[in-house]
């Protein structure tokens, strides 16, 4: 199975609805890894303020944190190769790399709200 890692710079969360303003790069790739993750594809998001580990283990993202520091986040690997620097994955690329039809990466998370009409 292909397995996809994506290194985000530090942020205080991976959807980009907080803050200011909405991130709209930020929200498609969540809804995308959202997608990927219920057709169980191995994709991983880690946070360079919460997984900081997982930088420094993973050689190749270490050596290109050293040599173009900041702006090279985010990086996508797949299979431990380096596909993608300083810019997020398209829908149709990772469609490409995990052989999906780019549609179903559109998939928005359900918010389950529960109501008491008892009260």
């Not at 200011?20 to 994709?43: C, E």
């Not at 149709?92 to 995990?98: G, M």
């Amino acid at each position: 199975m292909k397995k996809v890692e994506i290194f985000d710079p530090a942020m205080c969360c991976s959807t980009g609805v907080c803050g200011p303003s909405v991130d709209p790069d930020l929200t498609r790739v969540a809804s995308a890894v959202y997608s990927l993750g219920k057709k169980n594809f191995d994709v991983t998001r880690y946070n360079l303020a919460n997984d900081p580990g997982a930088f420094t283990d993973k050689k190749e993202v270490n050596q290109l944190l050293h040599e173009k520091g900041a702006d090279a986040l985010p990086i996508t690997l797949l299979n431990n190769e380096v596909v993608k620097i300083g810019s997020y994955p398209t829908n149709d690329e990772l469609a490409e790399w995990l052989d999906v039809d780019p549609g179903e990466l559109q998939q928005k998370p359900l918010v389950v709200v529960p109501i008491d009409l008892n009260k």
